[in-house]
C-alpha cells in the first residue's frame, strides 16, 4: 500500500485568484491599479497572498513593478495593523482567508475569482495598503485613554471590581485601534489636516475608550475631563447612529452600547456643571 509523502508538492490543490490592488507612491501621488495572479493554497489569507506577490511582483502583463506595501504584525487579528478595504469591505487582512473571500468554484479573472485591495479611505495614503492612522491615536490622546499613575513605584493593590462590571470592561477593551469602525461610519470623514483633528467627530472607538477609562476606579479621576472633550466639539453628539461600526468591529466590541453610555454620561456631566456653575 502506497505512503504519502510528507513533503509531496501540493501544487495539485492550488488554484490562482486574481489580486488587483491599488498603488499608490507616496502621498499626494495618483492611484493607480495592478492586477497580479496568485496560486493560492486552501487556507490561505490575504497576508500570504501579498507576501507572494511581493516576492514575485510581476503583473498579469508580465511587467515587472514594485513590491506592493502594507502594514501587518500579529498575524493573529490582536495588533490591528493590517485593516484594509477587501473587495469593498473594510477588514483584517490576517483572519481574510481566501477561500471565504473568493470561494474556489469562482473562475479566475475578470469577473470572477478577482479579490480587490485598496487602503482606508478615512486617513492619508503613505504608500499603496499603508495610511497613516495619526489622527485615532490624537483623538485617544484628547479623551485621555489611560489609567492616571502617580510616579513609578508600587502603589499596591488597586480597587477590587464585581465579576460583572469586570466582565462589561473586559470586552471593550478588546478593541485593537484597527480602525474598521471609522472607515465604515458616515460621520467619521477624511481630515488630513492637523489643525482639523482636534473639531472634527472623533468616533465609535475613541468614545469607547472613553467609557471603558470612565468605568475603571482608578482611570475616573479623569473622567470629567473626557466628558469635556465627548461633550464639545467633534464628540458624542455628532454621532449619526448608523450603526455601521458594530457590524464591522472584528473584536464585536458592541460600540453602540459605548456610545449610548457616553451620552447618558455626557449628560449627566452637563447638569452637574450647571448646576454648580463650573
Known amino acids: 500500500m502506497p505512503t504519502a509523502t510528507p513533503n509531496a508538492p501540493t501544487s495539485s490543490r492550488s488554484r490562482t485568484v486574481r489580486f488587483a490592488i491599488v498603488r499608490c507612491d507616496g ?9 497580479f495572479d496568485v496560486p493560492v493554497e486552501p487556507g490561505a489569507n490575504i497576508i500570504s497572498c501579498l507576501q507572494w506577490i511581493a516576492a514575485n511582483p510581476v503583473t498579469i502583463e508580465g511587467v515587472r513593478t514594485t513590491p506592493p506595501t502594507w502594514d501587518s504584525g500579529c498575524l493573529e487579528e490582536v495588533c490591528g495593523s493590517c485593516t484594509m478595504n477587501i473587495n469593498g469591505r473594510v477588514r483584517q487582512a490576517c483572519s481574510a482567508l481566501i477561500d471565504a473571500v473568493s470561494p474556489s468554484t469562482t473562475p479566475p479573472g475578470p469577473g470572477g475569482a478577482t479579490i480587490t485591495l485598496e487602503p482606508m479611505r478615512k486617513f492619508p495614503v503613505v504608500r499603496d495598503l499603508c495610511v497613516d492612522r495619526a489622527r485615532f491615536f490624537r483623538n485617544l490622546e484628547r479623551i485621555k485613554a489611560w489609567v492616571p499613575v502617580d510616579g513609578t513605584y508600587s502603589l499596591g493593590a488597586g480597587p477590587t471590581e464585581s465579576p460583572d462590571h469586570q466582565a462589561t470592561r473586559y470586552a471593550l477593551s478588546t478593541c485593537m485601534t484597527c ?7 458616515p460621520q467619521f470623514l477624511r481630515e488630513d489636516k492637523p489643525e ?8 465609535a472607538a475613541v468614545i469607547s475608550q472613553a467609557v471603558l477609562f470612565n ?21 458624542v453628539n455628532d454621532c449619526g447612529n448608523s450603526q455601521n461600526c458594530v457590524k464591522v468591529c472584528p473584536k464585536e466590541i458592541p460600540l453602540t452600547e459605548s456610545i449610548g453610555a457616553a451620552g447618558r454620561q455626557v449628560t449627566v456631566h452637563a447638569v452637574k456643571k450647571f448646576f454648580s456653575g463650573r
Open 27 to 35: 502621498p499626494g501621488k495618483p492611484e493607480r491599479t495592478e492586477l
Open 179 to 185: 480602525g474598521c469602525c471609522l472607515e465604515a461610519c
Open 196 to 203: 482639523a483633528w482636534d473639531t472634527s467627530f472623533v468616533g
Open 215 to 235: 468605568d475603571h476606579p482608578t482611570g475616573a479621576t479623569l473622567k470629567p475631563q473626557r466628558l469635556d472633550v465627548l461633550s464639545g466639539p467633534g464628540g
